[in-house]
């Protein structure tokens, strides 16, 4: 039955290629519409002088059962590598110095990045009471266990995951989970405790303890073979028009080489941004579009360097670091990427990853890169103590990067589902919904498939 069944997926971002994926498997007839000449979305790789830079996500984490499935079904095991165990150590900076983020308690007692007043602070956590309203990260924080945390490790974080704000972020959308513990348990700490057992149970890991995952030839192998496996069923270089509603289907017009086109389709998974989103249905949903465009998403300029081993002179032996906004340094953190995965370089040379820019930065166009970037390198090099210039760079500008969670997403939740219910067959997906990582992408897309399959068995 669901041969006969036409499917159109917006976008051949990982969103999209995975939910295509998994509804093909299905037995659905599917074509994906992609913007771009390639797949793939944000997950970029190249390979250069000797150097695997990926543009967009590095890496991923085994936090979801359906990651592995997919590895596994597409025979990519082979290729699968997993991050070194150096990289379970991280570094915040603080003083221009790089202390280690606890991670035992052992080593949260002994730790120079809390005061003595903000360890004992965090025992009166189970006591405090819940909110009675929605907050921002940074409320949400301080209230809970004090304004150090939220300095020196959850506003670090949140620039690392969202290159967000913590003071406009929602707490019950950007970090769901974290809200539903004080929900449900009324403590963080407690919480945590009590839902070991009911993630063992899901085979579903916490981000802490989910492996972390690359591949041989960097991240854009995912999209690639998957984009293999849909073949013709995946169409680049369109331009979608518009998407018009007729009876029980959609007809959507969209540009081919300069050609006009029209597909029918049973139904339709959009997981293209909110913005492109907005501008395809202006015409149909003028209110909805609105509710769209106004997501906003940080530009985000992702920079790659690499050195020669002998010239960085520390240690490297982390994931690398995150900076607090009380720094004030100009770029947001760093990946050592040489050492979560060693064969992205030959053993002469060194690699790493920053990133500029973000929510709480000003605002980076094509045209004004040089100076940021100039800083950045310069800022990088005095704390990895390194003594000499680039032996290579690379870089990608993000002008739409991520999608932010902000205070008041609740009403762009509601008009989601409401869009959905006033037409039926329409899902929409993408890492503005349901999380930005790409375990988060994934997941969604699972979700998006058994959705699909119950609107045509209904």
Not at 38 to 45: D, L
Request: proline fraction near 4%; include cysteine.
């Amino acid at each position: 039955m669901n041969t006969k069944k036409k499917i159109i997926v917006l976008g051949a971002g990982i969103s999209g290629l995975t939910a295509a994926y998994l509804l093909k498997k299905e037995g659905f007839s599917v074509t994906v519409l992609e913007k771009k000449e390639n797949a793939g979305g944000s997950i970029e790789t190249i390979i250069e002088n000797g150097f695997l830079f990926d543009r967009g996500p590095s890496s991923s984490l085994e936090t979801y059962p359906v990651i592995k499935t997919i590895i596994e079904d597409l025979d990519l095991s082979e290729e699968l590598i997993y991050a070194d165990k150096k990289g379970n150590k991280r570094y915040i900076l603080k003083n221009n110095e790089l202390i280690p983020l606890p991670m035992s308690p052992r080593a949260f007692l002994s730790s120079k990045l809390f005061s003595a007043k903000a360890k004992l602070r965090l025992l009166t956590e189970p006591f405090i009471k819940r909110a009675n309203k929605e907050e921002s990260i940074a409320e949400f924080v301080k209230r809970r266990i004090g304004k150090e945390f939220l300095d020196y490790a959850i506003s670090p974080f949140v620039s690392g995951v969202y290159a967000g704000d913590p003071s406009k972020l929602s707490i019950k959308y950007a970090f769901p989970k974290l809200h539903k513990l004080e929900r449900e348990y009324g403590s963080l700490i407690l919480g945590t405790i009590r839902t070991i057992r009911k993630r063992k149970k899901s085979a579903e890991k916490s981000k802490q303890s989910a492996k972390m995952f690359s591949f041989k030839n960097g991240m854009e192998t995912l999209p690639n073979k998957i984009a293999l496996f849909l073949d013709n069923n995946l169409i680049t270089s369109t331009e979608v028009q518009s998407i018009l509603k007729k009876d029980n289907s959609y007809n959507i017009v969209f540009y081919k080489d300069g050609e006009q086109k029209t597909l029918f389709a049973d139904s339709v998974v959009s997981t293209i941004p909110a913005y492109a989103l907005s501008n395809i249905i202006a015409n149909t949903d003028k209110d909805f579009a609105k509710i769209l465009n106004d997501v906003f998403y940080p530009s985000v300029l992702v920079l790659y360097i690499g050195y020669k081993k002998s010239d960085v002179h520390r240690s490297l032996d982390g994931f690398g670091f995150l900076i607090p906004q009380k720094e004030e340094k100009s770029f947001l953190g760093a990946i050592w990427n040489s050492v979560l995965f060693p064969y992205r370089t030959d053993n002469d040379n060194v690699c790493f990853t920053l990133f500029i820019g973000g929510a709480t930065k000003e605002r980076i166009s094509g045209t004004t890169t040089g100076a940021p970037i100039k800083k950045a390198i310069s800022e990088f090099q005095q704390i990895m103590n390194i003594k000499n210039v680039p032996v290579y760079t690379s870089y990608k500008l993000w002008k739409k990067a991520i999608p932010q969670y902000n205070i008041g997403y609740e009403k762009v939740d509601k008009a989601i589902k409401q869009f959905e219910s006033n037409n039926p067959g329409f899902f929409l997906g993408g890492n503005y919904r349901r999380g930005i990582a790409l375990g988060d992408c994934l997941h969604s897309a699972e979700i998006i498939r058994d959705e699909v399959k119950k609107y045509f068995t209904l």
